[in-house]
């Protein structure tokens, strides 16, 4: 009785302690709560019509009674990043009002509320002055040769310094810009960093098809280029940076170009039976633009000779002969330059027709001696795609909904025929002859909206995901395979593969975040169902009596037929199921340090998949797991510089088909297996940048990857040297990862700046590992390989008048590939380029824009791939009726040099490719311009 009295009496005391302790943290809450901070208040005043920033434009700040409380002025419309933009800051909560005042043009009002001393800050509605008497002023033009500007994480360009061929669209000029670089699938990279959207006046344009922009709006038409991270629909309903940025490339036309009507049109007609036509129209108004375009050649989607040393090196030019029809129609109606409601609609159909021709060599590294591959192929085939993009976003004071409806459709169809041999050092072990037809179709169907409710300083937020694929195809081969040895007999097949995928997926999100001035927590749930349905017929036709193997694409006239020609051991159907939950909660500082940003996020994900497989009997396979994936972003921003610092851990479970014990020999010399042991895999990651710029436009850039895979699913390689058959089975190995640094640095050389420098240069090192073995051997043997890789790019860009330039380009690339393997021999080969282009106007208005490029290569193992060409391109053009008719003529390759090749080495062996590319052609082009501006009043 008396123990129990005292161990009463101890936790008396220890309650009341917890107790006080709470109420001393609940109290200092309420304080901090009710402190009068001081609250940022930040808005711009912008032109109606052009949406440009006003300069020195008088804003007042009152109380709710009017009454005046603070007076400043706008930022200078010069300031490419700030402009227009004012600041006040208010200790009180409650309704304020803001007043802007400017001579010609009437005055503007807005309102605001601040509701609690949690609040961060108030982003207030951009105010849009409206002339009192409407009328677009005369353009002026500033003779200006800076061509770009950077502040923070902020890049402006200025389109009027860079000199371009006559009748350049927006992807010459992005190909000219300091520190980017534009990939000929359309992909945009500034200092290494990848563009994820490309606007045109702060709108999409053909969200997710950059192309059509760059391919079809004039050059002439820009006045600036603004890359910068922009802020999110969460951010600006909240006024803070709320980890929903994205990095943008902002195209911002003139001022005359803003509003009206644009047309472009061009006709062409070249040797070797090139041609092209296209239209393309734009209308623009501060409440709708629509956007119709249409676009037929056999240029390769567009190959036009590049004659402003924009790096169409051989291994990079597109693969075959491409023939493309492109017709496609937007509209978008709402505000086009600020941040209100708005909808759209994005339709485009695509006809292409492809010639594409392979020829591969190729090394498998093995123990005791290494096995070669050489083939080629031929591909026809021809395709038509619908794509239909449509997009609402419905934004209030407190509120905003961001709705997604994508259909696409795709039918296509393909034939081809191969030839290949594999061979050991001394002798060939077989031969194969193959010939393919394919028909397949693609539909898929996606909605997603994402949407936030703003409650005072919190936010309640919620995302809603669906999305519908089927891929059908029905494909034909004939398959004939000799072997040398005599002893194994010819195998001849005719198959035909009937397959059908559908997925469905659906993902929902909820979450709420909390804010105390500038620190944040959020919390939330997440729950995705998927759902995958395949089924894989492989039919012997072969087999059927009195076949003509001439026509290998032809069915039996019964179904009970074809199912007796059924290949049961390699035919398969499954469903599978996945069910993920995830809990996460984050914590953030929006002022760190400072002028910085962190946040730390700790989410838990359960992951239960299932499989449901039938091959000749059932094989089920069930994977249930349980991830822990934090995550952490850092990042600081001063007047001159920019660093960030990322690090992400995620965890995948494997493909669970692959985790089938199954055994597929539809193709005899490339036999695959499963493996039920395959562990869950496991990513490491780190990145950190860092931007500083200085004076005469100096910009250094600095990138840091790194990247390691514990658990990869490498495919482990059993090669037979005897048949030349190989045996894949997937296996999980631990060791392999990556590293990758990049360093741009551009500047002016001389006093005034007519000099530009731009050096890009990457490295990349690359522990690679992977299994294989051959034939006889106990165990599958580790193959490492490390692969170092050197890439520079050098620019000097030269104005040296107004209409005249000269550009200088030059690059290096280095691969040193070594492994301890035994009998491995350890490669060195490097490609080199040198080249110069430039600019001349000529007499009687004459241009004539030139590229000539030495592309070197060596130390490859194939003596054909060790090649030095020489790629010339050049254009002469004049302009007729007062700059609206172009004529112009282009010839691409003029040395008829240009090849495409593709060297590629990983840990089980290496391949050496070519493919045909478009061949030298000229071409003579006549082009209509025309812009129509609205009347002055």
């Known amino acids: 009785m008396n123990t129990y009295i005292k161990e009463y009496e101890e936790i008396i005391p220890l309650k009341k302690n917890i107790l006080l302790t709470i109420l001393f943290l609940i109290t200092c809450f309420t304080n901090i709560c009710a402190k009068n901070y001081e609250h940022s208040v930040e808005g711009f005043?912008?032109?109606?019509?052009?949406?440009?920033?006003?300069?020195?434009?008088?804003?007042?700040?009152?109380?709710?009674?009017?009454?005046?409380?603070?007076?400043?002025?706008?930022?200078s419309a010069d300031d490419e990043i700030d402009g227009g933009r004012y600041h006040f800051m208010v200790r009180k909560t409650g309704t304020y009002i803001v007043k802007a005042v400017c001579p010609g043009y009437s005055d503007g009002y807005t309102t605001f509320q601040l509701r609690s001393n949690r609040e961060n800050g108030v982003f207030v509605p951009i105010m849009r002055l409206i002339k009192a008497v409407w009328q677009l002023p005369d353009a002026k033009v500033t003779a200006t040769k800076i061509k770009m500007v950077t502040k923070g994480d902020t890049i402006i360009?200025?389109?009027?310094?860079?000199?371009?061929?006559?009748?350049?669209?927006l992807d010459a000029l992005i190909s000219k810009l300091p520190g980017a670089k534009l990939t000929k699938d359309g992909q945009i990279y500034v200092n290494g960093k990848y563009i994820e959207s490309l606007l045109v006046n702060g709108r999409d344009f053909f969200s997710g098809n950059p192309k059509i922009a760059l391919e079809n709006l004039p050059a002439y038409t820009v006045n600036k280029i603004k890359v910068y991270n922009k802020f999110g629909a969460q951010s600006e309903l909240m006024g803070r940076d709320m980890g929903d940025k994205v990095y943008v490339?902002?195209?911002?036309l003139k001022k005359e170009y803003s509003m009206g009507y644009i047309e472009n049109m061009e006709v062409g007609k070249g040797t070797k039976n090139r041609y092209k036509a296209k239209?393309?129209?734009?209308?623009?108004?501060?409440?709708?633009?629509?956007?119709?375009?249409?676009?037929?050649?056999?240029?390769?989607?567009?190959?036009?000779?590049?004659?402003?040393?924009?790096?169409w090196t051989p291994e990079n030019m597109p693969t075959g002969l491409l023939s493309?029809?492109?017709?496609?129609?937007?509209?978008?109606?709402?505000?086009?330059?600020?941040?209100?409601?708005?909808?759209?609609?994005?339709?485009?159909?695509?006809?292409t027709d492809e010639d594409n021709r392979t020829r591969e060599s190729s090394q498998i590294f093995l123990s005791g001696g290494d096995s070669f591959r050489k083939s080629e192929r031929i591909q026809m085939s021809r395709s038509t795609t619908w794509n239909s993009k449509n997009h609402a976003l419905l934004v209030a004071r407190n509120f905003f909904a961001d709705n997604d409806l994508i259909l696409y459709y795709t039918k296509k169809k393909t034939t081809g025929s191969g030839f290949a041999t594999i061979s050991d050092s001394t002798s060939i072990l077989n031969r194969l002859l193959t010939e393919t037809s394919v028909n397949n179709s693609n539909f898929n169907f996606e909605f997603s909206q994402n949407g936030c409710k703003k409650i005072i300083a919190d936010m309640l937020c919620w995302k809603v995901d669906i999305s519908y694929d089927r891929f059908k195809s029905k494909d034909f081969s004939l398959y004939d395979l000799t072997y040398q040895n005599s002893l194994i007999s010819r195998d001849f097949r005719n198959n035909y593969l009937d397959k059908l995928h559908q997925n469905l997926e659906m993902n929902t999100e909820i979450n709420y975040g909390m804010g105390w001035q500038n620190r944040f927590i959020n919390s939330g749930y997440s729950y995705t169902?998927?759902?995958?349905?395949?089924?894989?017929?492989?039919?012997?036709?072969?087999?059927?009596?009195?076949?003509?193997s001439s026509r290998y694409d032809l069915l039996p006239s019964t179904i009970q037929v074809l199912a007796d020609l059924m290949d049961r051991a390699n035919s398969y159907d499954y469903h599978e199921y996945q069910n993920q939950h995830e809990f996460f909660?984050?914590?953030?500082?929006?002022?760190?340090?400072?002028?910085?940003?962190?946040?730390?996020?700790?989410?838990?994900?359960?992951?239960?998949?299932?499989?449901?497989?039938?091959?000749m009997g059932r094989h089920d396979v069930t994977r249930q797991s349980v991830f822990f994936e934090p995550n952490l972003f850092m990042n600081y921003m001063g007047t001159h510089s920019y660093c960030s610092l990322t690090a992400d851990m995620s965890s995948n479970v494997p493909d669970l088909v692959s985790m089938v014990n199954y055994m597929d020999d539809s193709d005899p010399l490339n036999i695959c297996k499963g493996n039920p042991d395959l562990k869950n895999i496991r990513n490491y990651e780190i990145n950190a940048e860092m931007r500083m710029s200085g004076k005469h436009q100096e910009s250094i850039s600095f990138q840091t990857n790194y990247r390691k895979i514990d658990n990869a699913v490498?495919?482990?390689?059993?090669?037979?040297?005897?048949?030349?058959?190989?045996?894949?089975?997937?296996?999980?190995?631990?060791?392999?990862?990556?590293?990758?640094?990049?360093?741009?640095?551009?500047?002016?050389?001389?006093?005034?700046?007519?000099?530009?420098?731009?050096?890009?240069?990457?490295?990349?090192?690359?522990?690679?590992?992977?299994?294989?073995?051959?034939?006889?051997?106990?165990?599958?043997?580790?193959?490492?390989?490390?692969?170092?890789?050197?890439?520079n790019e050098l620019k000097l860009d030269y104005n040296f008048s107004d209409n005249n330039n000269l550009g200088f380009h030059g690059g290096i690339k280095y691969d040193r590939i070594n492994s301890g393997q035994m009998g491995f021999t350890v490669i060195n080969a490097g490609d080199l380029n040198l080249g110069m282009n430039t600019q001349i106007e000529l007499p009687w208005t004459f241009q004539v824009s030139t590229d000539l490029s030495l592309f070197a290569r060596r130390g490859y193992q194939q003596s054909e791939m060790n090649t030095t060409d020489w790629i010339w391109n050049a254009q002469i053009s004049r302009n007729f009726c007062k700059h609206h008719l172009l004529a112009k003529i282009q010839a691409l390759d003029i040395l008829h040099q240009l090849t495409n090749t593709q060297y590629v080495v990983n840990a089980q062996g290496r391949t050496e490719s070519w493919h045909n590319s478009i061949p030298r052609y000229v071409m003579l082009s006549l082009s209509w311009q025309f812009s129509a501006n609205p009347k002055k009043q």
């Open 585 to 615: 909660i984050s914590f953030g500082d929006n002022k760190w340090l400072g002028h910085g940003r962190c946040i730390l996020k700790i989410p838990f994900r359960l992951s239960n998949n299932q499989l449901y497989y039938e091959r």
């Open 529 to 548: 169902y998927k759902f995958n349905k395949t089924g894989n017929l492989l039919y012997r036709l072969d087999k059927l009596d009195g076949i003509d």
């Open 249 to 252: 490339m902002d195209v911002r």
């Open 714 to 791: 490498a495919y482990g390689l059993v090669f037979n040297k005897s048949t030349g058959v190989s045996t894949v089975k997937p296996v999980s190995v631990s060791g392999n990862w990556f590293v990758k640094e990049k360093i741009g640095y551009i500047r002016a050389l001389d006093k005034k700046e007519k000099l530009i420098l731009d050096n890009q240069l990457d490295f990349t090192y690359n522990h690679n590992i992977d299994m294989s073995s051959v034939a006889g051997q106990a165990e599958s043997l580790r193959s490492v390989v490390n692969n170092s890789n050197l890439d």
């Open 324 to 351: 493309t029809k492109n017709v496609g129609l937007s509209y978008l109606y709402g505000d086009c330059t600020g941040k209100d409601s708005w909808a759209s609609s994005e339709n485009t159909f695509l006809h």
């Open 157 to 169: 360009y200025n389109a009027d310094a860079f000199r371009l061929a006559n009748g350049s669209m």
């Open 45 to 75: 005043v912008v032109d109606y019509i052009t949406g440009k920033g006003m300069s020195e434009i008088t804003v007042t700040l009152m109380n709710a009674d009017s009454v005046v409380l603070d007076t400043t002025k706008t930022i």
């Open 279 to 311: 239209a393309f129209g734009l209308q623009f108004s501060n409440k709708s633009r629509t956007v119709v375009y249409a676009n037929m050649n056999n240029l390769n989607d567009n190959q036009n000779a590049d004659v402003g040393g924009n790096w």
